[in-house]
């Protein structure tokens, strides 16, 4: 029955997703007929391309097995998938990189196969952050990329670059910003906190996060596209119909370098941070498979392939790296993050969305 | 041919298998949805099952009332957009040559072959400031300098309704081929004007074809999510966007399932309303 359901809702979401659902109906392509083999899931499009291209490929020379790598649409629409197919019992994909607030979620119904470190030894590689676990402590995901979202202007429309977030609420960007549609994947309220109420603390309460909402309110004026489609407001800047907003900074950079009058800037308050983690779901039966993908995953040496071709900060020590301080610029930055309050949209979803809804469509 | 009343029960077997299709991707999922949207939601995680009110409890605030309202309010403008476009272009197109009508029939088709994304990127770069509409004023001398023109209440009519337009001929088409042309001649002979004619003869002639179109395009716009929310402000965002929100991204189904059946029900009252309407017209 919620099987069926289910069925429902992705239609929406290969109409909603466009191009990455159309391509996750089509997919899994399966890349060689071997004995063992895994199912990888990966956000569609760009990222998916090059994983294959430049992972994906060398990870089955190594280990002999083959990987069908499944696109799966980003926000949470994949959560839902997986989970309702888990209770079904079948797994779309055994191992699936998925942000932390799904993490999160899928951690309240044990979604996430538990990993046996024992058999993940370049773990110890990771910075200690991008190890997620379980409230009683058993590892539910490892860190697999993580990327910066950034304030990008259009270089033809405006010369100097901007140098704080609060550069958005200036009175001569009116209706020139795009910024991200939902609460849980924008983190405008973190901005909002570090950069006007003193660090993302003041949101502990129910009247700091009303407060930054307050102030995020005047910002409307200035915001032409509340984007939920990336596609939609990456062509806009790059025409400079929309010559500024929040986007992905390795998307843009690899834009800016095709030719593209854009440029990414990490403001002076910090990028966002925001990070994917390997989960296996609990319906695979793949889980041998899965930890020494995981483990391939977790070398330096790949990561530093991801952070050349794919663009993504690596999530092992900057120290375990052979990226020059060039290349790691490319991908970082020394200003401090901002690291989303991932706990709030667990524990206050439903009231974040609601008054996140008011704000910007009341 | 006479036909005679089903006797046997295998006389009822041409019906069995279009209402195994019904009951299957009908009737199922649907019931599936009234199920869920009376579940607990579990914050922060997904639902567990129950028999609780607070899903259409959360729907009933002003908020939700403005959307809906919206909602209602765009379907029903873009289906009298549609009508009022439709009914003299498909009656000259009636009246135009056989080839003339094919031309025109196969390109409308055409558009049915289209995403709604694809028309509304499409619909999005025509009214944008940097490649739109606009410059082609500028060359021509009538404005200073290009305008977005998107997003706006107009853009997300103008590519709703354009995507709703070929249904609307479709519909109308055989009705308008069909009607008898010594109708708008005898009107003619009696000295009406060409205008008065196709007034006074051609629409009320019409009538039940008309309602069904209005009914059909209505029902068609109240499901649209994508074209509000790529031509639109978020004040233009219907409650089908908010309810692939929650479905989606919150991943609060029965939420979600909650709206979508008030959603479902209020279009159907309104269905009712207007059959009921022009029944009680035809009485007279």
């Known amino acids: 029955m919620s099987d069926l359901f289910n069925g429902k809702i992705s239609r929406r979401t290969v109409l909603g997703a466009g191009l990455a659902g159309a391509s996750m109906l089509a997919m899994p392509a399966v890349l060689r007929a071997q004995d063992k083999s895994l199912k990888v899931g990966v956000y569609g499009g760009y990222f998916k391309d090059s994983f294959e291209k430049n992972i994906f490929a060398e990870f089955t020379k190594a280990t002999g097995i083959a990987v069908e790598s499944v696109a799966e649409p980003t926000g949470e629409a994949w959560l839902v998938q997986l989970e309702q197919a888990a209770r079904a019992g ?29 058999k993940i030894p370049n773990s110890k590689n990771l910075i200690e952050r991008f190890v997620n676990k379980y409230p009683d402590g058993r590892v539910a995901g490892i860190g697999a990329v993580s990327w910066y979202i950034t304030l990008v202007s259009n270089t033809d429309v405006f010369k100097e670059a901007p140098t704080s977030w609060a550069d958005m609420w200036a009175e001569d960007k009116a209706d020139k910003l795009g910024l991200l549609a939902l609460v849980s994947n924008s983190f405008l309220l973190e901005v909002t906190a570090k950069t006007f109420m003193g660090g993302t603390n003041a949101l502990d309460t129910d009247e700091g996060i009303v407060k930054a909402l307050e102030k995020l309110a005047e910002l409307k004026p200035n915001v032409r596209l509340w984007y939920r489609d ?29 030719g593209n009058p854009v440029r990414s800037t990490f403001p002076k308050e910090g990028g966002i941070q925001d990070s994917g983690c390997w989960a296996i ?21 790949v990561q530093a392939v991801l952070s050349r071709k794919v663009g993504t900060s690596p999530t092992v020590q900057r120290s375990l790296l052979d990226l020059t301080d060039e290349e790691f610029a490319a991908v970082s930055s020394e200003i401090e993050p901002i690291i989303p309050r991932y706990d709030l949209y667990q524990t206050k979803s439903d009231f974040l969305n609601q008054k996140w809804t008011e704000m910007i469509a009341g | 041919m006479r036909r005679e009343p089903p006797q046997r029960l295998a006389d009822y077997g041409p019906l069995f298998f279009p ?32 028999f609780v009110f607070d899903n259409y ?16 309010f765009l379907a029903i403008a873009v289906a009298i957009a549609c009508v009022v476009l439709g009914i003299p272009f498909t009656y000259l197109l009636a009246r135009s040559k056989r080839r003339i009508q094919v031309i025109w029939l196969v390109a409308l088709l055409c558009i049915l072959s289209l995403s709604e994304v694809m028309i509304g990127f499409a619909w999005s770069t025509l009214f944008s ?7 082609l004023l500028v060359w021509l001398g009538l404005v200073s300098q290009p305008q977005a023109l998107t997003p706006s209440f107009g853009a997300v009519m103008t590519a709703m309704t354009y995507q709703a337009f070929p249904y609307t001929v479709l519909v109308i088409y055989p009705a ?23 007034f006074t003869v051609v629409v009320p002639a019409l009538r039940n074809t008309i309602l069904a179109t209005l009914i059909m395009v209505f029902i068609f716009a109240l499901g649209s999510y994508l074209l509000p929310q790529l031509l639109g402000r978020p004040q233009h965002w219907t409650l089908s966007v908010l309810i692939t929100d929650q479905a989606v991204y919150q991943s609060n189904m029965p939420f979600a399932a909650a709206m979508a059946v008030f959603l479902v029900l209020v279009s159907l009252a309104l269905v009712g309303l207007a059959l009921y309407a022009g029944r009680q017209k035809e009485a007279k």
């Open chain 2, 129 to 135: 400031r940097t490649a739109g509409l606009t410059n």
């Open chain 1, 90 to 118: 079948a797994a779309p994909a055994d191992v699936s990189m998925m942000s932390q607030v799904a993490m999160l979620k899928g951690q309240s119904t044990d979604l996430w196969a538990p990993l046996d470190m024992a």
């Open chain 2, 19 to 50: 209402a195994g299709m019904l009951t299957l991707f009908f009737v199922v999922p649907f019931a599936t949805m009234i199920a869920v949207s009376f579940f607990q939601r579990q914050q922060g995680g997904f639902y567990t099952p129950d």
């Open chain 1, 281 to 301: 779901s609990r319906a695979s039966k793949k889980t041998e498979e899965a930890h020494t993908f995981i483990n391939y995953m977790c070398q330096p040496e």
């Open chain 2, 176 to 198: 308008l081929v069909r009607l008898d042309p010594t109708l708008t001649e005898a009107a003619r002979t009696l000295g009406a004007s060409p205008i008065k004619a196709f």
């Open chain 1, 230 to 258: 990336e596609a939609q407001f990456e062509q806009a800047l790059k025409s400079g119909e929309i010559p500024m907003g929040q986007y992905y900074h390795d998307v843009t950079g690899l834009a800016a370098a095709d």
């Open chain 2, 57 to 72: 409890a959360r729907f009933l605030s002003l908020f939700f009332g403005k959307v809906l309202g919206f909602s209602l």
